[in-house]
Each structure stands twice: as C-alpha cells, then as structure tokens.
Nanobody
Framework: QVQLVESGGGLVQAGGSLRLSCAAS????????MGWYRRAPGKQRELVAR???????KYVDSVKGRFTISRDGAKNTVYLQMNSLKPEDTDVYYC??????????WGQGTQVTVSS
C-alpha cells in the first residue's frame, strides 16, 4: 500500500558528498519514523540513520558527525545528507517507513559507491 521512491545515489570520490531522498506515498496512516539501512556483515540490514516524526535521531557510530538525517513531514520525505564519504560507505541504501502496528515498508534500494 505504501510506495517508497528513493533517489540521490551514485558514484563519488572519497571525501565527497551525496544527498539521498526517499518519498513515501499511498495508503499512509501515520508515520512513526523513517530511516536508512544498508547491508551489514551476516546478511542483516544495518541501521544507518533513523528519525522519528517527533524529530529524534539515531545513527550508527561509523557515520556520526558525517551523515545527517532529516525529514519533511508534510511531504512524507526523509533525506540523508552524506558528507566526507569513505570507501567503506559503499553499499546499497534502503529507505524504511515505520507505521508502528500498521506496517513497515522498504524502498527498492539506491546504490552508493565511493571510490578512493
């Protein structure tokens, strides 16, 4: 019911920046939080950054100070500003929408590649 459209991925040199966007549409009841995940060792998706619609944020330690998550509640959109990118940031990034008991949805993924 909920569609997530991601954009902003691409190829960038180490030290560069990218800005990811994820817009949610469809049968949205109430969004509790939106976030970004990437593949982690052990095949599990790792939380990169998450923001509640009360505007509290959470980041994985490896991106603190470099990435900033933000959202526009009126547009049901979440952004991830990624600065000082490192090769180890290379991954597929997935947008997530958390509606609590009413559902949890995933985007298709957008590729981020950081070259040295």
């Amino acid at each position: 019911q909920v569609q997530l459209v991601e954009s902003g991925g691409g190829l960038v040199q180490a030290g560069g920046s990218l800005r990811l966007s994820c817009a949610a549409s469809g049968s949205i009841f109430s969004i509790n939080a939106m976030g970004w995940y990437r593949r982690a060792p052990g095949k599990q998706r790792e939380l990169v950054a998450r923001i509640t619609f009360g505007v509290s944020t959470k980041y994985v330690d490896s991106v603190k100070g470099r990435f900033t998550i933000s959202r526009d509640g009126a547009k049901n959109t979440v952004y991830l500003q990624m600065n000082s990118l490192k090769p180890e940031d290379t991954d597929v990034y997935y947008c997530n929408v958390d509606q609590g008991g009413r559902g949890n949805y995933w985007g298709q993924g957008t590729q981020v590649t950081v070259s040295s």
